[in-house]
């Protein structure tokens, strides 16, 4: 048995495209450039339609081995109904029947669900959660999300809008935030924030957060000053979900993340000494796994598991 | 068919036992000062037995017509193993496998549950909550606490300690919290705190939050500023809580939720400010419906849902 699924990964830059089997492997793959179809919200579509039918076309196996399509999308998605309801980041995508219009094209059945959502699923599945019950996997990257795995289901909300851990304040009066609020937490830890920040503190106008890090690995002071602000940052912000959501794990992915190795265990000792007891106690932080291919791996826990 | 259940809703000053019958009604009740049977966890223990027998030789019906026993207790309850973990108000109730106990001595199938929790499960089912999926049910007393309903299901988190919501800080430095934690929202619109306040604010070390309201209600300025000021204290709070949840209710009772007429309108106003679009425009607040009774209703509830 080779039964197979097709995963599609929108996003504001690239569109992922791949075949994964029943392992989670992605076995072919293909790429768009979101960005070349912008303009018009069919035109991405179509680019999708004929990516996935090429991969069909090329896989060897028996066209009734194919299961389905599982598709994220960055932004807030109807799941029941299988609507795009917005797309932040690319525009035209407002109450989009995407579901209902894959199946259309391709016969096969899809499934729609946020991006952070589907990288949440693959996490859990075949990554850095397999076997957890109650996880929350933080994407930190130029936007900060999440996903909740509570009781073993993922956690979508009463509108499809859980898992905002980027836009929980940190404070009552902060920075103005792009979402009305302030004070956000992402306003604070976001990529380009950081790298912001990095170039008014080292004055240069070019570094890197991987130059930050590597400044950071020979113990240049500023550096390790600013990963350890930043880790104290994370840690006041996820206290009061570790408080409130008691979660075993907390998964951390993302372009931030790669600088893992200044952060986490800063992150895990400023939760540890704010958070009560039990809840301070048992939770874990560790590092995404799947890396960019986390929301195919995703899509193949969306198709292969209806009641989630 | 007039099935009843027995509910038991052991708190630090009082314990209520009660007949529930399959309307969600206490048909039958009795009280324990729990104070008297403070020091030694068998006392309580017994007083608990010989009430709860007291109610079942009162019942007028067939003894086969009582279903169970649904137990709310104030502290860190294992639902799972049936065990207390621990009370903090409460000396001497470590590691006590109640479950067990009750069922030896009454012959009753039993479940215990955090009393918040119980709370929230009757105010979902027969209160402000009736039909919702998602909620939160805080309690503003004393201390703050909460109650999830997600995806309908009751939420306790990996260790049995999800809910915290009291404990969730408001800022990175604040008010040191008996938890440990600093900033803690409990710190801030907890009962005592307020109490506290008050007596300063009005120079009157007699003063109770009743007759703050009165005050408010008859326009006296510094009454309106200090419900003003803590029901933007709990928007702030709610704020993080209904970004990361996006729940459709929130349901708050406890005694500070007696000035509700002064404090629910800001609370919202606040809240629907800060948050996100989406989340921000689908919650509600109101007002928990239960009062004194939502535990031994709650009872009700934990008994005829086995998979709850």
């Known amino acids: 048995m080779n039964k197979i699924i097709i995963g599609?990964?929108?996003?504001?830059?690239?569109?992922?495209c791949?075949?994964?089997?029943?392992?989670?492997?992605?076995?072919?793959?293909?790429?768009?450039?979101t960005r070349q179809y912008l303009s018009k919200q069919s035109l991405l579509f179509s680019a999708i339609v004929d990516t996935v039918l090429g991969l069909i076309q090329k896989y060897r196996g028996e066209r009734s081995d194919i299961l389905g399509v599982g598709m994220g999308l960055p932004g807030l998605i109807d799941t029941e109904k299988g609507i795009v309801r917005i797309l932040p980041n690319i525009p035209g995508w407002r109450n989009v029947p995407l579901q209902r219009m894959?199946?259309?094209r391709l016969g096969?059945?899809?499934?729609?669900?946020n991006d952070v959502n589907l990288i949440t699923l693959g996490e859990w599945k075949y990554g850095a959660g397999i076997g957890c019950r109650n996880l929350v996997c933080m994407t930190l990257g130029t936007g900060v999300g999440s996903g909740l795995i509570l009781d073993n289901r993922?956690?979508?909300?009463?509108?499809?809008?859980?898992?905002?851990?980027?836009?929980?304040?940190?404070k009552r009066h902060?920075?103005?935030?792009?979402?009305?609020?302030s004070a956000c937490f992402e306003r604070y830890v976001g990529n380009t924030v950081l790298v912001k920040k990095a170039r008014r503190l080292f004055r240069d106008k070019t570094i890197t957060l991987e130059q930050v890090s590597l400044l950071a690995a020979r113990e240049d002071p500023r550096a390790v000053a600013f990963w350890h602000e930043t880790a104290v940052?994370?840690?006041d912000a996820l206290t009061g979900v570790v408080n409130l959501l008691n979660p075993r794990l907390i998964i951390i992915g993302g372009g931030v993340a790669n600088a893992h190795r200044f952060l986490f265990k800063t992150i895990t000792d400023t939760i540890r000494a704010r958070a009560m007891t039990v809840q301070g106690a048992m939770f874990v932080i560790k590092r995404a796994n799947l890396g960019d291919d986390a929301g195919l791996i995703g899509a193949r826990v969306l198709v292969d598991n209806p009641d989630l």
């Open 174 to 181: 902060g920075l103005k935030c792009n979402c009305g609020g």
């Open 154 to 170: 993922l956690y979508r909300g009463e509108g499809f809008a859980a898992g905002e851990i980027g836009h929980m304040p940190l």
């Open 102 to 104: 894959m199946e259309d």
């Open 108 to 113: 096969l059945p899809t499934r729609i669900e």
């Open 233 to 235: 940052t994370v840690g």
């Open 8 to 16: 599609v990964d929108v996003g504001g830059t690239n569109t992922k």
């Open 18 to 33: 791949g075949l994964v089997d029943t392992r989670g492997r992605v076995v072919d793959r293909a790429r768009i450039d």
